[in-house]
């Protein structure tokens, strides 16, 4: 099973500030890593597939990049509605998620 | 608009099973994968296996093998997955997801919460 590690496990932001959140796995997934924002009692949201691709209605204020074994999730000023919990995902060998970063308000 | 409704909130015994579905709505229901994802309170995100609604075809997540069972029924576009052998880690909420691609999830269900508890 490829593992996914995300770090931190809780970034404090100021509200038009950027945050950089990282994914690593631990073998090579290419590009097939996805991105979700998740809030309090809703169900994920996809923000990014194929590791840079931005999903439908995705503000672009988000952008992802990386390959391989590391990824980074960029939120360049971050909103009040941005404020919530981030979740990567491979998709090259089964699925599976990392754990997950909180983005808290500093 | 792609929509998943999922079946409402349910309670089991431990040792007892439980089956979720999943409606879909705005896509042809055979086009796409329907994986099922879970996440206990408060935890992560954990995948749980996926089933092309074409063909029927299922893949498990190693964890789930031989507790978990996805079917469909394609005439009212609607998944679902069984879980049984039920124990208190089970609590969950339960989440059905479009896969697109190689399995990415562009629209999910509002989720199902099932509580085990004696």
């Known amino acids: 099973e490829i593992v996914m590690t995300q770090s931190p496990a809780t970034l404090s932001v100021s509200p038009g500030e950027r945050a950089t959140l990282s994914c690593r796995a631990s073998q090579s997934v290419s590009s097939n890593l996805a991105w979700y924002q998740q809030k309090p009692g809703q169900a994920p949201r996809l923000l990014i597939y194929?590791?840079?691709t931005r999903a439908t209605g995705i503000p672009a204020r988000f952008s992802g990049s990386g390959s391989g074994t590391e990824f980074t999730l960029t939120i360049s000023s971050l909103q009040s509605e941005d404020f919530a919990i981030y979740y990567c995902q491979q998709y090259k060998n089964w699925r599976t998620f990392g754990q997950g970063t909180k983005v808290e308000i500093k | 608009q792609v929509q998943l409704v999922q079946s409402g909130a349910e309670v089991k015994k431990p040792g007892a099973s439980v089956k979720v579905s999943c409606k879909a709505s705005?896509?042809?229901?055979?086009?796409?994968?329907v994986n099922w994802v879970r996440q206990a309170t408060g935890q992560g995100l954990e995948w749980m296996g996926w089933m092309n609604p074409n063909s029927g075809n299922t893949g498990y997540a190693q964890k789930f093998q031989g507790r978990v069972t996805m079917t469909r029924n394609t005439s009212i576009s609607t998944a679902y997955m069984e879980l049984s052998s039920l124990r208190s880690e089970d609590t969950a909420v339960y989440y059905c997801a479009r896969g697109r691609g190689s399995n990415y999830f562009d629209f999910w269900g509002q989720g199902t919460l099932v509580t085990v508890s004696s």
């Open positions: 705005g896509d042809t229901f055979t086009n796409n994968d």
């Open positions: 194929g590791a840079s």
